[in-house]
């Protein structure tokens, strides 16, 4: 799971399938169905949110800067990427 701050917000993303959520429960049930099953659960996944959406038109532009976490074993092994 990766943490991404963004505009003082957190989204929580599965790393399995790259979904983002606003909570890290819903990253966490994604990420184990996605292990368990190699498919994506869509009652999960209508719950993820599109933070590219509240950027500008303009393709590949993000205006706001944002932080992703990487998190392994529930343990946040620091700044992944920075933007
Ligand atoms: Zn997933």
């Known amino acids: 799971m990766?943490?991404?701050e963004k505009e003082n917000r957190k989204y929580y993303q599965c790393e399995e399938?790259?979904?983002?959520?606003k909570t890290e429960e819903l990253a966490n049930k994604c990420e184990e169905w996605c292990k368990e099953h190699k498919s994506c659960n869509l009652e999960?996944?209508?719950?993820?949110?599109?933070i590219e959406n509240k950027t500008t038109g303009m393709s590949g532009l993000k205006l706001a800067p944002f932080k992703i976490h990487?998190?392994?074993?529930?343990?946040?092994?620091?700044?992944f990427m920075e933007i």
């Open 2 to 4: 990766k943490i991404i």
């Open 70 to 79: 990487s998190i392994k074993n529930g343990q946040d092994q620091g700044i």
């Open 17 to 21: 399938c790259g979904h983002i959520y």
């Open 44 to 50: 999960i996944v209508k719950e993820s949110v599109d």
